[in-house]
């Protein structure tokens, strides 16, 4: 596929000269080393795009995984900077093969300096230590500015020289996807996004186990369930996973592993491959605080399974 890239001089769009770029082909489509961050954002692209019409909103997406210097610990930012220009800008660590990002000419490694012309946010508080507060609330600033329904005209920096590039999007399911560097079993949604950990992968067995644990996830988010478990209806502490509000919070689980189940099907994936993944890791909760009970594995299986036979001869 072909798609329209511009050289540009710094700040003169309005002059570009059109040149006609080759995007890379699939199995490039990450930087070295970060292909499980590809492997998450394809599969969470997946997804979201084949269970849109399971969400009543909508958002969208353009399968573009990127990299922000606040991301990074304070001691290890000036080596990073030497590696890669994120003080210009956030920086492309993968891309979804065939989404828009990828038709529009983007490559692993280029660097975002504007959007429609208007130069991103400068990063705050770099001089100061790590805050993850900080660093997803820069992620959010550039993804919200990045989602828009109209195409956008982006600027690159690449090679040292400055490209522009025209990206339009899809819209699907909410999908903010992240996977975190982290040796802990761990997956949560947190009402918009979705953090699963390299410790995480490193136990799953193939696609469908790592799509079970991301479309579970998502459900959460598409269904509103972060805000019920954060109001007066289900209890804090121990006692949460008793009486009533236990029962709130099993219900909101089952019901996650029924749309995530419908969504892997609509993606033509299997769920009840996936929910392998739970015989493994013999129930237990992945380590997820915000939504810790579930029913026991065997009666989540069956619901599973049943989900699947019934998209097989509705």
Known sequence: MTALVWSVPPGDLQSANRTTVQAPPAATLALAGREQDGRVATLAFRLALAGRSRCTAQVPIHGLVLQHLSQFAQADRAGVI?????????????????????????????????????????????????????????????????????????????????????????????????????????????????FLTTGLLSLLH???????IIAHEMAHNILGHAALMRSGAVGKGIGRTFGKSGAIIRRTESEADSLGATIMLDAGLDPVRGAAILQRLGGADLGIALLASHEPTGQRLAAIAAVAAAHRHP
């Open 206 to 212: 193939n696609d469908d186990e790592l799509a079970f």
């Open 82 to 194: 030497a590696a890669i220009p994120l003080d210009r800008g956030p920086g492309v660590i993968a891309l979804v093969p065939g989404s828009p990002a990828a038709v529009a000419g983007i490559q692993p490694g280029d660097i975002l300096l504007a959007i429609d012309g208007v130069a991103l946010p400068a990063e705050s508080g770099l001089a100061a230590p790590f805050s993850a507060t900080r660093a997803h609330d820069r992620a959010d600033a550039i993804d919200d500015l990045l989602a828009q329904v109209q195409p956008l005209t982006l600027m690159l920096l690449r090679d040292n020289r400055t490209v522009a590039v025209r990206m339009a999007a899809l819209l699907a399911c909410p999908s903010r996807v992240y996977l975190a560097r982290s040796g802990q079993h761990n997956a949560y949604a947190d009402g918009r996004h979705v």
